[in-house]
C-alpha cells in the first residue's frame, strides 16, 4: 500500500489509467484541466486535444465503440456542450466516463470557483428520456475510488457514466492510499468484427430506424431496468445517525464536507451515487422531523428529494462559491426557528 | 481472369431498395464506396463506415459492415475516435455537405490539421434535403432555395485551399461523371491521411423543382454541361472536377 499527496482531478487521471482507461480526448477548461494535463504522457493512454467539447465527447464515443476504454473531462460549459452526444451514446449504449468539475454558472459565471448547478443537467441536460448513473465523491480518497466505479458502472450498463466533482474538491490536496479496486472487463465487441449498425434513431435490432411508438417504450423500458439493475451494485452513501437530533441534513460533494461540523447538532446523509436516487433515504428520513437540503446552486436536488419523499423538505443554498460555515450555521438556526 | 466487380458484396440486400426519393443521386454514392472497396479487397470485418444526420446520414445503416450513425455533423470525430483506438480499421465517413460542412465544418477543419487516416465522402447535394431545401454551405451564389427565394446571396463554401495546405487529400467529382468519382473515392481510401471527396449530386424533391428542372435526368446532365475534367489542376475553378493532393 503506498501513500501519496494528490490533488482531486489528478486523482481522477490516475485512477483512470488504472481502471483500464485507453482514450482521452478533451478540451482545455478550468477547473478540469489538470485531468488532461495528468494524461498527456502516460504511454497506455492515447490522447488527443480536440477544437471543442462536442468533438471531444464524440471522438470518445467512437474510440468506446471501435474497442478502447475511454473519458473525457471538462467543466459546466463544455458539458452544455456535449449532451447531445450523451444522449446519442445512451441511445447507441456506449459505454463512456464523462468528469464534470463543476464552476459557478451559468454561462461563463466564476471560472475556478466551486457550484453544484450541473446536478440537474447530469439528469435533464439532453433531450429525450435517459437514466444516467451519477458519483458525486467529496474528497482526493473517494474521486481515486469512484473513477474506477465509474469506469465499471459504463461497461456494465452500457451507457456514459458522469463523475461528477467540483471546483473544490477538484483542486484539493490529500494523501491518499493508492489501492487497485476491480476492474469490469469490456464485453461489448469492437467495431470491425460485425455487421452491427448503431444508431441514435429509435431502433430495434433488424430495423435500423422506426416510428413504431411499441418499439420505442420498448427501448426506453429498457434503457430505464438496465440503469435500475446496475445501479443496485453501487448504492453508495454515507449516513451519520443522531438519535438525538430531529432534523437530518442532506449534502454532497464539496459543501457536504462542512456539514461534518454539525454532526453533534443534526443527523447527515451523504448520497455519493447521486442519480438513480438511492432509496433506503426513504428509510432514514423517515426518523426524522425536518430535512434541510444544503447546495450551491438555487435548489435542484432538493426538488428530487421532495418529489422521492412526498414530504416538504427545506433548503440552504450557497451561491458564489464562497463556503462559510458561520454563514450555513446561521441559516440553519433560521429553519430551526421558524419551526 | 479477372473478378467480376460487384457492388453488392458491401450492402444489406434486405434493406433495398433505399428509402430515398426517385431521383436521388444517394444512392449513386453508395455504389460508388462499394465498388472502391471491392477493388480495393477492403475487408467486411476492418471496415467502419460513419455517418452524420441528414438523407445522406441514412447511408451508414446499408452497408453490410459495423456502423455508426452519428449526431448532426459529428461523423469526423467519431470517426476520429475509431481510428486513433484502432489503426487497423479502415474508417470511411460518408455524409452530407450540410452535415460536414455546415454544422460540421470546424472539425473538418481541425481533422485536416491532424491529419487522421480516415477517408470522408461528401455527397454534396447543394441542400437540406432532408428538411424540405433550406440553402446548404454549398449551395450556388444565386440559386433559389427555400429560405432564398431570391437566390442565396452566400459565397459556396471552398474546402480545398485549407486541405491542400493541410497536406490532406482533396477531389471533387460529380454522379454523372461515374468512372471519375470512382477513381477519386478509390484513390482516396488509398491516401494515407485524412481525404475529403467532393461529389455532386442532384436533389431533385427540394432542390431541382424549385429551380426549374423538370427531373432527374436533366439535373445529371447540367453536371455535364457545367463541370470539366481538370485533373491537373494546382486549384479547382467552381466549374471543374478533379483531384488535388
Known sequence: ?339 | MTKEITYLNYLKKERLPTQWCPGCGNGIVLKLVCLAMEKLNFSQKDTVIVSGIGCSGRSAGFFNLDSVHSVHGRAIPVAEGIKNANENLNVIVVSGDGDLLGIGGNHLLHASRRNTNISVVCIANSIYGMTGGQSSPTTEQGSRTLTAPQGSAETPIDVQSFLKAHHCYYARSTVFHFNHAEKCITESFQFKGLSFVEIKTQCITNDGRRRGFKNAYEMLISYKENYKINNKAEVLEHNEIGIIR
Open chain 1, 1 to 339: 500500500m503506498t501513500k501519496i499527496l494528490l490533488q482531486g482531478n489528478q486523482a481522477i487521471a490516475q485512477a483512470a489509467v488504472k481502471a483500464g482507461l485507453q482514450f482521452f480526448a478533451g478540451y482545455p477548461i478550468t477547473p478540469a484541466s489538470e485531468i488532461l494535463h495528468e494524461l498527456v504522457n502516460e504511454k497506455t493512454v492515447k490522447l488527443l486535444q480536440m477544437e471543442d467539447e462536442i468533438a471531444s465527447i464524440n471522438a470518445i464515443i467512437g474510440a468506446s465503440l471501435a474497442g478502447a476504454k475511454s473519458m473525457t473531462a471538462t467543466s459546466g460549459p463544455g458539458f452544455s456542450l456535449m449532451q447531445e452526444s450523451i444522449g446519442l451514446a445512451h441511445m447507441m449504449e456506449v459505454p463512456l466516463v464523462v468528469v464534470d468539475v463543476q464552476r459557478v454558472g451559468p454561462s461563463t459565471g466564476m471560472p475556478t470557483l466551486p457550484a453544484q448547478g450541473d446536478v440537474m443537467q447530469c439528469k435533464y441536460g439532453s433531450h429525450g428520456d435517459y437514466f444516467p448513473i451519477v458519483f458525486y465523491p467529496n474528497s482526493v480518497d473517494e474521486l481515486y475510488q469512484y473513477t474506477f466505479h465509474a469506469f465499471n458502472a459504463a461497461e456494465e450498463s452500457l451507457s456514459p457514466v458522469i463523475l461528477l466533482s467540483d471546483g473544490y474538491v477538484g483542486h484539493l490536496y490529500e494523501t491518499i492510499e493508492v489501492k487497485d479496486y476491480d476492474k469490469t472487463e469490456r464485453t461489448l465487441a469492437p467495431l470491425g468484427t460485425s455487421n452491427r449498425h448503431f444508431t441514435g434513431l429509435t431502433h430495434e435490432d433488424s430495423k435500423p430506424a422506426t416510428s413504431d411508438p411499441e418499439i420505442h417504450k420498448k427501448l426506453i423500458h429498457h434503457l430505464e431496468e438496465k440503469q435500475k439493475l446496475v445501479s443496485k451494485k453501487y448504492n453508495a452513501y454515507e449516513y451519520i445517525e443522531n438519535t438525538s437530533s430531529n432534523t437530518l441534513l442532506i449534502a454532497y460533494g464539496a459543501l457536504s464536507r462542512v456539514t461534518y461540523h454539525f454532526k453533534d447538532d443534526f443527523a447527515i446523509y451523504r448520497p455519493i451515487r447521486i442519480f438513480p436516487m438511492i432509496k433506503d433515504i426513504k428509510k432514514i428520513a423517515a426518523h426524522y422531523k425536518e430535512i434541510i437540503v444544503l447546495e450551491m446552486n438555487t435548489g435542484q436536488y432538493v426538488n428530487e428529494v421532495e418529489r422521492l419523499l412526498h414530504r416538504k423538505v427545506h433548503l440552504v443554498s450557497i451561491l458564489g462559491g464562497k463556503i462559510d460555515l458561520q454563514d450555513i450555521w446561521s441559516k440553519l438556526k433560521q429553519i430551526r426557528r421558524e419551526k
